[in-house]
């Protein structure tokens, strides 16, 4: 509870200091997300966050540097990403070495 109070006071003060200097924070679900890695109190942590009138959404998985990474940091979607992109490109090969 103590770390979820603590993250509404932060969210308010940013949100407070973005209108302050009158800066929009880029909100686009493709653009800015929420990860919380492996919380105890992962059941307590909200699905939205508000910062002024924006929405910011909680996901289980984000694409960072080309590094797929989940919540637990265990890495299976990047796995089954680089996967799929070898065997399409295996495919691909494949096909055109008349094999």
């Given at each position: 509870?103590?770390?979820?109070?603590?993250?509404?006071?932060?969210?308010?003060?940013?949100?407070?200091?973005?209108s302050y200097w009158r800066m929009v924070i880029n909100c686009d679900p493709?653009?800015?997300?929420?990860?919380?890695?492996?919380?105890?109190?992962?059941?307590?942590?909200?699905?939205?966050?508000?910062?002024?009138?924006?929405?910011i959404k909680l996901t289980h998985h984000t694409k960072v540097l080309g590094i797929i990474i989940d919540n637990k940091l265990k890495y299976k979607e990047h796995s089954?990403?680089?996967?799929n992109k070898l065997m399409y490109k295996w495919t691909c090969m494949s096909r055109y070495s008349n094999r």
């Amino acid at each position: 509870q103590e770390c979820l109070l603590l993250l509404d006071m932060v969210t308010t003060n940013l949100s407070i200091w973005t209108s302050y200097w009158r800066m929009v924070i880029n909100c686009d679900p493709d653009k800015t997300e929420v990860i919380c890695f492996n919380s105890s109190e992962q059941a307590n942590v909200p699905n939205l966050f508000n910062i002024g009138r924006r929405t910011i959404k909680l996901t289980h998985h984000t694409k960072v540097l080309g590094i797929i990474i989940d919540n637990k940091l265990k890495y299976k979607e990047h796995s089954k990403y680089i996967y799929n992109k070898l065997m399409y490109k295996w495919t691909c090969m494949s096909r055109y070495s008349n094999r």
